[in-house]
């Protein structure tokens, strides 16, 4: 009994280590592997391409599977310095309404008070406040509101490559980017462990951004 019980200590120590210090450790297996040489582009307001980017998260279920979901409406902009990109701002929008995860029944309950409660939270927002470079990482700070909550969050990202701009069109930057959030930090508290421990729902959330931006037009000649 001793030794059953010293076990299910060390459990549970364990667990409250990882709940702590699960989101952290993930981000920093993220910075490693977007560890890259920035590409030079040209400086600029570039506007989120929605036809060519994406928002997705991913949840775990029952401790099976991770379920994928994606924000179909969302707006941003990346302001990029090419001399100093510390000097550089992100913000973006993301409507909570337009939440899909394929499934209607899904999605809707994901619109109710157990989730977004999007009738009083509509948007899911992010400004910058600070860019750092870390050898050859790139980190971004700012604050991210969910559910009428705000907190500083530092993720790394990663600009993946330019196109040009031409006589017809702008440049063009891509960039991502994965962090992970624990969904009860900002009120999202739905769900309970099932009869074995595990938790219907996982509290961390994984976020990967896939964003195309279109930079200015060229001055017409």
């Given at each position: 009994?001793?030794?059953?019980?010293?076990?299910?200590?060390?459990?549970?120590v364990?667990?409250?280590?990882?709940?702590?210090?699960g989101?952290?450790?993930?981000?920093?297996?993220?910075?490693?592997?977007f560890?890259?040489?920035?590409p030079?582009?040209?400086?600029?307001?570039?506007?989120?391409?929605?036809?060519?980017?994406?928002?997705?998260f991913?949840?775990?279920?029952?401790?099976?599977?991770?379920v994928?979901?994606?924000?179909?409406?969302?707006?941003?902009?990346?302001?990029?310095?090419?001399?100093?990109?510390?000097?550089?701002?992100v913000?973006?929008?993301?409507?909570?309404?337009?939440?899909?995860?394929?499934v209607?029944?899904?999605?809707?309950?994901?619109?109710?008070?157990?989730?977004?409660?999007?009738?009083?939270?509509?948007?899911?927002?992010?400004?910058?406040?600070?860019?750092?470079k870390?050898?050859?990482?790139?980190?971004?700070?700012?604050?991210?509101?969910?559910?009428?909550?705000?907190?500083?969050?530092?993720?790394?990202?990663?600009?993946?490559?330019w196109?040009?701009?031409?006589?017809?069109?702008?440049a063009?930057m891509?960039?991502?980017?994965?962090?992970?959030?624990?969904?009860?930090?900002?009120?999202?508290?739905?769900?309970?462990?099932?009869?074995?421990?595990?938790?219907?729902?996982?509290?961390?959330?994984?976020?990967?951004?896939?964003?195309?931006a279109?930079?200015p037009?060229?001055?017409?000649k």
């Amino acid at each position: 009994m001793k030794r059953v019980s010293l076990i299910f200590g060390i459990a549970v120590v364990a667990f409250v280590i990882f709940s702590q210090t699960g989101a952290q450790a993930v981000n920093r297996s993220f910075a490693q592997r977007f560890a890259a040489d920035t590409p030079a582009g040209d400086s600029g307001a570039y506007s989120f391409d929605k036809a060519h980017s994406f928002i997705n998260f991913k949840v775990k279920h029952m401790g099976l599977i991770e379920v994928p979901g994606y924000f179909r409406d969302f707006t941003g902009t990346v302001n990029f310095d090419a001399k100093d990109i510390t000097k550089s701002t992100v913000e973006f929008t993301a409507k909570a309404t337009s939440v899909d995860t394929g499934v209607a029944a899904r999605d809707n309950h994901l619109r109710s008070k157990d989730f977004f409660e999007v009738e009083k939270f509509a948007d899911i927002t992010f400004k910058s406040t600070k860019v750092e470079k870390k050898g050859k990482t790139l980190m971004l700070t700012g604050d991210f509101t969910m559910k009428g909550v705000t907190k500083s969050i530092t993720f790394p990202f990663q600009i993946a490559g330019w196109v040009p701009a031409n006589e017809k069109a702008g440049a063009k930057m891509g960039i991502v980017a994965e962090t992970s959030i624990n969904r009860r930090d900002f009120g999202v508290n739905y769900g309970g462990n099932m009869p074995n421990g595990v938790a219907t729902l996982s509290d961390i959330v994984k976020i990967d951004l896939q964003i195309e931006a279109n930079g200015p037009k060229p001055a017409a000649k």
